[in-house]
Structures are given as structure tokens and as C-alpha cells.
């Protein structure tokens, strides 16, 4: 996968544009038969990396489905992907200290995070700057959307449930208008 956030070099290392690409045309060419796929809905700029126009049109042009999660299980799962390792929590000390950061949120938020993170505060720093931070900034990205269904993620088997029969009922659809 590729993350591609501010703090997407966390404990990673970016991959160039062409990497990038060589994996996503792998990852496609195994559903190249499959009528619907799932993907992660993003801009055509992740990181420092485009998606190919093609994909981005095709993902801004079909169904969508609004994924949810409770702020606790948010948290959960940002803490564990990010705050890992010792080099990957001074990645995080290094990501909060930027100049985007400074920019973004002021100098005094970005001495509040890094405090949390000296006094290993995890879930409360990852908490705000989802609360604070990403919210706010991917809230214009997801207005004027309409979805298809919008399904809960805090128990992955429910949501990998309602998302398999949706794709069943979209392959319904399929069958009966042919």
C-alpha cells in the first residue's frame, strides 16, 4: 500500500511515481474480471504520487460507499499502523514539527502534539489530529457526494458482510438489466 498523509512516511519509505504505478496496475490486474472493485476513495495526488487519470476518473465517476468508524476505532487502528516503533515515533516528532504543521495548525497545537508525544500520550495525540486535522481537511473533499450505503467498519467482519452483499446486489443489477 501506499500512504500518502503527512505522516505517511512514517515508518515507510515513499515510493517513487513509477513504483507506485508498477504496484497499483498489479493490484488491478487481479480484478481485471470483476465488474465492481472496492477501492479507497482519494485525490489524484496521494503523497507525493498521482493516481493515472484513467483510475481517478473511474473512482470519481461510480458508486460510492460511505465507510465509517467510531473515533475509538480510529484511533486503534492509526496507532497501530503509525506508532510502532522507536524511529517510527520520532518520524512522527519530525511530521509534527514541519513547516505544513506550523502552517496548518500554529505553532502552539504543534507544541501541544509534541508534548503528548514526549509524555507517550498516543491515543490522545492521534485523536485530535483526526478530530482536528484530517477531519476538517477531507470534509470539502466528501461534500456533494451521494453514496450507495454507507456501512460502519468498527466490526470489520459486519462491514466486509455488507459490502460482499452489496456487491452481490450490484451484480444482480447487472444480470437483470442485460
Known sequence: GHKGSLYGGVDTTPQSQKMFSIH???ELEQFKDSPYIFVEGEANKIGNVFLPD???TKIMGDLKVDIKASIETRVKYTRAQYCTTGVALEN???ATA?????RNIGTEKVSMLRGMLDDEDFDGFVEWLLLNY???RYRHSKAGYSYEATVSSDDLEA???ELIDLYHSLIEQ???NS
Do not use: G, K, P, S
Open 134 to 136: 484530517y477531519d476538517l
Open 92 to 94: 512522527l516528532h519530525e
Open 54 to 56: 484513467f483510475v481517478y
Open 24 to 26: 497499483l496496475y498489479h
Open 174 to 176: 447487472i444480470n437483470a
Open 159 to 161: 462491514c466486509c458482510t
Open 98 to 102: 514541519c513547516h505544513v504543521m506550523v
